[in-house]
């Protein structure tokens, strides 16, 4: 088990933490996941998604987004392939339980990392 890649992202009233290669845990919801969610005053946290659940998918114009899902959340990481910083960039709560991200990283491009 590992530890989040990017930890405590904070978007509004909330810290997103992530890691796309290993689970980890975080707070007392989080147990073994991929993209944890927790109230700023850490009152309350929730599971995004599962590394053990996740697809991917590629646009036709070559944009790659990766489709973590639990029983009552949906989350959408956008992949950006930069050779600069890694970066989490937290979107925000789209709609109701469905949320967006995006990662840039020289691991988000093809054969980099």
Known sequence: MGIPAFRHIRNG?????????YPFSEESACINVAICQIYKDESA???LGYNSQVTWS??????VTLIYSTD??????????SQ???????????EHNHYNLTLSSKCACWNQC
């Open 84 to 94: 600069e910083l890694d970066q989490l960039i937290i979107n925000g709560e789209y």
């Open 45 to 47: 946290s929730f599971i």
């Open 13 to 21: 009233e909330f810290y997103y933490s992530y890691n796309p290669c």
């Open 58 to 63: 590629i646009s036709a114009d070559g944009k």
């Open 72 to 81: 009552d959340r949906q989350t959408i990481v956008n992949l950006v392939c």
